[in-house]
């Protein structure tokens, strides 16, 4: 199962599938569908937990820094995981990745607060930037172009298949088993996932020497980080024009420059600049880029909506989630479909877009009386608009540039949603923990205030009362010592967090619309 096999000449792509047989090839995408999966259950499942999460742990200003801390540590690494696996054979980093993943997910379950939860999900990503990029290498590997478009549909479906059962899963294990089993659940998929993919895979013998780009890595990592800072921490812990915040800015924008400039005279850089000398890259990247950020957008905070505003339990909010995902696998299968048997790309990029503007702006004008039913419909709606452009981005960047550059150019677009979806994350949290303290604290009656008393405080820094039934039966014990109008504060209290908190993610989803707006206007210089 271990026999070495011959790279293609640059530019050629005939697919590496001809030379397997039925049964290994079989085997190497059953193996390449699990790392997908191991991934896509993780992402769906922890954000349904993510409530309770933070309801237990404490903080809701750490909300997205539990998805934050995971995407950067996977963006900074995508491109450098390309570049090796272009070099030294795609099945080592791999299967490495899922290693390294199944090592975070342990931990992450043991975490006893937020911090430790953050650089556990950190370590999470590190074998996450491995693994989805890839995977989509190894298709790349293994299929012609002409064939690429309907496996590329067919792989992301698992994970819009793993996003319909994870919500719900998700859902049930939070409030049957607790949340730290929404972590260990990855074990058992993970280690079969780790022996499939680790027989099944083909080493690729290279015959000339390669030089790493250290010092591109290093500069990557040294521009990403205090920027990706910034915006988590602009507009809550610090003021955008402090110091601080000014500080970090500045210092990331040295670290681009500094970047393009080792980049530009790298013997094999981890992004190749010359790369975006091809209009259909760059404006893929772009594309890209934006679609992240509404599309992470409306998967990390739905949750929160739902259990949160609506009202309902963890089990309850991942079957409502579950429409969203159902629009992303449909319109994904739909997608690579059509492009595979049209060539066509452009004409399904921006009808993507308009379907999820449309989707987002729908979930923008919900409000607390919202009912599940139309909450349901505007998921479908996003999820329809969103799936189409999930995998097509990269099947047109793979079809534009040369074979050798494969996996290159993958961990490129990659790295460009990564990107889009953290930065998208930290601005979007600090935009919604900023609108949900100023809300709350304008409907906090002097009456409200003095009978909360200390804990005034703490309900605009955690909105825990809505989140957890432990906190509401706290909350109900402390009113309760007023007497008769306790009852009645208890319930003005609910009311104004509840709407301050839709009106809070509200104006998420709406930023999201715009962005989606931008991506549209993006797509009409594609190229077709």
Known sequence: ????????????????????????????????????????????????????????????????????????????????????????GRRIFFVGGMVLFLLGSALSGLSQDMTQLIVFRAVQGLGAGAMMPIAMAIIGDIFPPAERGKWQGLFTSVFGLAAIVGPAMG?????????????????????????VAGLALPRHSRHREH?????????????????LLAFSWAGDTYAWASPQIAGLLVFSAVMIAAFL?????????????DLFRNRIVTVSAIAMFLSSVGMFGAIMYLPLFIQ??????????????????????????IGGQLLARTGRYKVLALSGYVV?????????????????????????????????????????????????????????ITFFRSIGGTIGVAVLGSIMI??????????????????LGPASQAMLENPRAVLSPEARAQLAGLFAGQGRRGENLLHQFMTAARGSLAGAITDIFLFSAVVMVLGFVTVLFLRE
């Open 1 to 88: 199962m271990n026999e070495t096999l011959p790279l293609p000449e640059p530019g050629d792509s005939p697919g590496m599938g001809s030379n397997l047989s039925k049964g290994r090839l079989a085997a190497v995408i059953a193996g390449t569908m699990l790392g997908m999966l191991l991934a896509a259950l993780d992402q769906t499942i922890v954000g349904t937990a993510m409530p309770r999460v933070i309801a237990e742990l404490n903080g809701l200003e750490h909300y997205a820094w539990v998805f934050t801390g995971y995407m950067l540590a996977s963006t900074v690494s995508v491109p450098i995981y390309g570049k090796l696996s272009d070099i030294y």
């Open 171 to 195: 859902g049930w294990i939070t409030d049957n088993w607790g949340w730290r089993w929404v972590f260990y659940v990855n074990l058992p998929v993970g280690i079969v996932a780790v022996v």
């Open 211 to 227: 030089s790493i780009d250290y010092a591109g890595a290093g500069a990557l990592v040294a521009a990403a980080v205090p920027m």
């Open 261 to 273: 400039l080792i980049e530009r005279r790298a013997a094999e850089p981890i992004i190749s600049l």
């Open 308 to 333: 949160g505003v609506v009202g309902n339990s963890a089990t309850s909010s991942g079957a409502v989630s579950t429409p969203l995902m159902m629009g992303f696998i449909v319109s994904s299968i």
């Open 356 to 412: 999820a503007t449309v989707g987002l702006f729908l979930l923008g004008r919900m409000d607390a009386t919202v009912s599940n039913a139309v909450v349901i419909r505007n998921m479908v709606i996003t999820g329809l608009g969103i799936g189409v452009m999930m995998s097509l981005f990269t099947i047109v960047v793979q079809n534009a540039v040369p074979y050798e550059r494969l996996g290159q150019v993958t961990s490129t």
């Open 434 to 451: 900023s609108s949900f303290k100023a809300n709350l604290a304008e409907q906090m009656t002097p009456a409200l205030r003095s009978a």
